[in-house]
């Protein structure tokens, strides 16, 4: 541990690139299971096991998308219709006169929010990049909800006492909460991240974020080099990406104890 020391800031960092990889792996290993469990079940409808089993996720990545064109109302935004949940074929797109079939392993809509807003303005761009990436805010604020109901804990703080011993749900939290709470915080994290459609709508306001944060960090670096406290921003980014690692590892976990429950459910389909 002490020749680890000097290392344990960039280690923590990359952990964060890694910790994801493997996420995405477990996540496709528990779909390919529950798969096999719906083509058991289901025969040819078995595929659609996995939507429905993510339901509350798809509704919550809906509601995102509902509750960040309303905080635009005032600008112009107006919702035309709302469908939280409904397994259907994808519907094709045309593209210079070509008919565009959506790619991928099953080219099913699972909901959809649709609207109307002023044309040509930037606080119309500024909306749909944030109507975009609403997923991905309302499924990160409720896993963090989810977590402090199950544990009792925030999910920024670390269960540890004194002696560095885990706490992983505090003494006199109720027990009948993690009777759904797994099961929620997989399906909403399995379903918060946008889809190829929501990051094309939120390209300008990603564009623009960007940029703007590469001229600030130039601008820093230019004409505040001198002043700069590099251990201090290095010790701020490491407490942050400790905490993203947590929550991955929160989520690896939670991934495993499912992919345990599969197998031992193919294994009694499978004889």
Do not use: C
Not at 21 to 43: M, N, P, Q, T
């Amino acid at each position: 541990m002490a020749q680890l020391q000097p290392h344990l800031p960039w280690i923590t960092l990359v952990g964060v690139l890694l910790l994801f990889a493997l996420l995405r792996v477990s996540r496709k290993a528990l779909r390919l299971r529950i798969d096999e469990i719906g083509y058991y079940w289901l025969r040819e409808r078995g595929p659609l096991l996995w939507f429905w089993f993510n339901a509350p996720g798809v509704i919550l990545h809906e509601l995102s998308h509902a509750i960040m064109l309303l905080l635009f109302y005032p600008f112009g935004f107006r919702i035309t219709s709302i469908t939280l949940f409904r397994v259907k074929p994808m519907p094709m797109r045309k593209v210079k006169g070509r008919v565009v079939r959506s790619r991928g392993r099953q080219s099913l809509q699972l909901g959809e929010v649709q609207y109307v807003r002023p044309q040509g303005r930037i606080m119309s761009y500024v909306g749909d990049g944030f109507s975009g990436v609403a997923p991905l805010l309302g499924g990160i604020a409720m896993f963090a909800f989810l977590y402090w109901a199950a544990t009792g804990y925030q999910l920024w703080d670390f269960p540890f006492n004194a002696q560095w011993d885990l706490q992983w749900r505090r003494p006199d939290w109720p027990w009948w909460t993690l009777l759904i709470t797994p099961y929620l915080i997989l399906t909403v994290t399995s379903e918060l991240w946008p889809s190829r459609q929501d990051w094309y709508g939120a390209r300008w306001l990603l564009f623009g974020v960007s940029m703007a944060l590469i001229l600030i960090v130039g601008i820093i670096y230019l004409q505040f080099n001198h002043i700069v406290n590099y251990p201090l921003l290095l010790q701020l980014a490491t407490s942050i990406a400790a905490h993203v690692d947590f929550a991955l590892l929160v989520l690896i976990g939670l991934d495993l104890l499912f992919l345990l429950l599969a197998e031992l459910i193919l294994y009694v389909a499978r004889r």
